[in-house]
């Protein structure tokens, strides 16, 4: 995937991905402070008009860079600092790359995955958005086939996010609810959830 | 509720706008966005900037901190809001000498998200920063999870030793070192005798019964850690003192720094009743208190109450308080 198509379908895909906006921010109200489905919804739209102002020659680090930016100041919370974070240390693994395949995606979003960890101190089985990004990464890491790498993605948040409907959260907000969180997903790994859905929605597979 | 605003929501921008016209020789906006102010010699040319920032409503802090020997720049959120990443980044830019920039803040969830993800925005462009967080009230975590500590009025020290070293040319390394030094010798706690109440809702941050103090506060109009019955300007200063000193574990022949600091609706003749005991407690341990600030420091708008720090000083740290500092808020030599 060159830079105008990766463009091209990060902008379809936020903007499948803004319709979940009440659905996330309807699961955020019952554990947290609900304010996720305007990070998500305000966040895609910035984004995506900052991608469209990009030239087409932009490289895939600047997109994600772009893009990383945007997100952080369109709702400045904590969700969107910890999102925007993890896009740039993404940015950085695909230094020098000109085409995104699986192998970048996987290098991507373990780079992701290692700063939300990092930056949110916290680790998988928090019950936070890590679970979702970090079950993707292993699942990505697994496969080659441009066709599977994407259902596959989807098939490891989904898994990610029933799991983290047993646990109780340990960080952010809904940790304060204890015992109470357990029963319900948690809306930040459902957003990965989304996004990925929405990636596979967008069209073409990852290549 | 009686306040002197206009509109609830332009309260920051406008509060902001009269320090800037107030104080042109001081202080200045380097961009479009008001919520960034740096000093008005910013950027010195080798020398390290620093940049503090949080949310509105706490004057003098953050933004009154912001001069010669001091902070370089300030990024202003909402009261008690974090500034975003890109207004803290647009500080950075506009104060970088060259020589890297420190970012010292108070430790708040909010705050740390957004500097950290300012520290990535830095980065991409060249631009070195370090971190140093301040984390001084005793009454939020006990000494064994200090570091989970947030930070209150004592950050006061942390901006001035950092600031004077930043001033006579210290390193980024040097000066990063410095604030880590006082922030880890400063102690703080603060007792609150009526709440907070928010432009936006009108509304108090909590209920206290007459014959009660809230013990523990912190800067947000949030309650204390514990609610207990309201003491005479003696006992508090005895048991808030005896708190600090333990903390710091100060000792016969300790040199301390005191900054006895209002919470915004306290008057300056409490405070100094405060100090007056302050000082006897103090004295009669053997502690010496070489430096003592008394006045409003860091506020929680218009909360009634007091607070409490104490600095642990040696040559090194007393002489960087020493050092001359201006900015609109604060004035040394």
Known sequence: MKSKELNDHICRSLTILIESSDELRDLDQALGDGDLGITIAAGSRAVIAALEELPE????????????KAFANANPSTMAALVAGALLSGSRVWEGETDIGVEEAARFTKAAADSIAQRGKTQVGDKTILDGIAAASDALKAVTDPAEATEAAKAAAARAVRETTSLQSRR?????????SIGLADPGAAAFQRFVEAWEAAGVTIN | MKKIINDPESFVDEFVEGILLAHPDLVKTPGDDIRVLVRADAPLDGKVGIVTGGGSGHLPLFKGYVGKG????????????????????QATKAVDGGAGVLYLYGNYGGD?????????????EDIHTKTVVGRDDVASQPNERKLDRRGVAGIFFAYKAAGAAAERGDSLEQVAEI??????????????????????TGKPSFELPAGEMEIGIGIHGEPGTRRGTLETADEIAEHLTSALVDDL???????????????????LEELYVLYRKTHKVLAERGIEIVKNYVGEYATSLEMAGASISILDLNDDRLELLNAPAQSPFFREG
């Open chain 2, 249 to 267: 574990e100060l000792g016969e022949g300790s040199r301390v720094a005191v900054l006895v600091n209002g919470m915004g609706a306290t008057p």
């Open chain 1, 57 to 68: 020659d932009t490289t895939p680090t600047e997109i994600a860079r772009t893009c990383a």
């Open chain 2, 112 to 124: 740390v998200f957004n500097f950290d993800l300012a520290v990535d925005l830095a980065e991409l």
């Open chain 1, 172 to 180: 952010g907000r809904a940790s304060w609810l204890q015992e109470r």
């Open chain 2, 70 to 89: 001091l902070c370089s720049g300030v990024a202003i959120g909402n009261v008690f809001s974090s500034p975003s990443s890109d207004q803290i980044f």
């Open chain 2, 179 to 200: 604030a880590e030094d006082a922030v880890e010798h400063t102690a703080t706690i603060g007792i609150g005798l009526a709440p907070t109440i928010l432009p936006t």
